[in-house]
């Protein structure tokens, strides 16, 4: 097992998520990184589905219980084992009882820890994975708690023979890609032509449910009512300040304020490691302006 010494500012535990289970109310959730989590389990041997540690900006110590082979990916960030500089990004050998600090991330917000056999907390609907929306899965990382490992699944794999390893580094300003449509038709025209020249923030109050952004709010067209509905990966709400709000793997899959269109899943890691402040804009392709 491993025991939590410095729990960190937001660490949990993450997986590939609850798919297919939108139907029953259930976010996908998983990791918010999902290139940089199958990254690291390929690293230390683990199929990509095991279940990794997800940290927020200010990283983790655990201490390891038994031998270990791990990896830190994601947003780079300082990693000692007993206080020693070891790699990131690639395999590292630890002995029982020694302690794996991730320190503060240099840039990027998230990074992802691997162990060979990965956590081995009990799966609640096929998942090992934190929700922090429903509230399924494992707590978030408190100190002096305990998770089990798995068996390792086989050796680690040097760098150089991953395919498309190393992933590109967490960008210092985000362009995100947007399919207009359901409900673009709900905003002024001048919203839509406006919007791929908006300069917008991340807002602090961004979290594993959505990147909020602070900028020129988005005028509307309509101002009736919507009934809620169904709301997928990357989907581009706007709430009534009329500031967009990209969602993240724990989004509910109900809504009620207008999706202006969706950002692609091949975008969303990079918003994942956008800190509080980053720029973020916004480049709208698919549907015609309707007017």
Known sequence: MIEVVRPGALTTVQDLGRRGMAQLGVPRGGALDEPAHRLANRLVGNPESAATLETTLSGTAVRLHRPSVIAVT??????????????????????????????????????????????????????????????????????GQTLPLGEPAGPPGPLGSLDGAPVSAPPRSLVLRLLLGPRHDWFTRAALEGLAGA???????????????????????????LSSEGMVLGSVQVPPDGRPMVFLADHPTTGGYPVIGVVPAADLAGAAQARPGASVRFVTTGANIPF
Do not use: C, K, M
Not at 199 to 220: C, F, H, K, M, W
């Open 74 to 143: 994601g947003a780079p960030a300082p990693v000692t084992v007993d206080g020693r500089p070891v790699a990131w990004g690639a395999p590292v050998h630890a002995p029982a009882g020694a302690v794996l600090e991730v320190a503060t991330a240099v840039h990027g917000l998230r990074s992802y820890v691997a162990f060979s056999g990965g956590i081995d907390v009990p799966p609640v609907l096929g998942s090992r994975a934190t929700d922090l929306l429903s509230g399924l899965g494992p707590p978030v990382l408190a100190a």
């Open 199 to 225: 300069r917008y923030q991340v807002a602090a109050a961004s979290n594993r449910i959505a990147v909020r952004t602070d900028g020129p709010p988005l005028e509307r067209l309509v101002h009736r009512e």
